[in-house]
């Protein structure tokens, strides 16, 4: 399992590296400041840290296992709340060109990215 969890690790970071990376133009700032490269490898560590911490749960709970697309909802779900908490404390902000997510009022890509990045590494890993 430990090789497994590596694997899906690299393959997390790689895919969020790409999507945060192309993504990033949709920001205003991170803290009041520019987002660099630092800023984007460790949004990317946290992402693919989650990823690996998702991909545990679902490689040792047998009912996770036969539904892989449960991925999908929990990262959506927590990309919300993180989200959330990150707009309301002022960590991060949208410039004009994010779309937002009516209701939620939190962007499209960030919103979508642990759930479909998730699943998709779960596809081919799990």
Do not use: C
């Amino acid at each position: 399992m430990f090789k497994k969890l590596i694997l899906i690790f690299l393959a997390g970071f790689l895919l969020n590296l790409v999507w945060e990376n192309l993504h990033s133009y949709l920001y205003a700032q991170y803290q009041g400041g520019a987002i660099t490269q630092l800023v984007l490898l460790r949004a990317t560590l946290f992402d693919a840290v989650f990823i690996t911490l998702l991909a545990a749960l679902f490689i040792k709970v047998p009912y996770f296992r036969e539904r892989r697309w449960y991925a999908l909802i929990f990262g959506v779900i927590a990309a919300v709340i993180l989200e959330k908490y990150a707009l309301n404390s002022g960590r991060w902000a949208y410039n004009e060109f994010m779309p937002v997510i009516p209701l939620l009022n939190t962007g499209l890509t960030p919103t979508l990215q642990l759930g479909i990045l998730s699943h998709i590494v779960f596809k081919r890993w799990t």
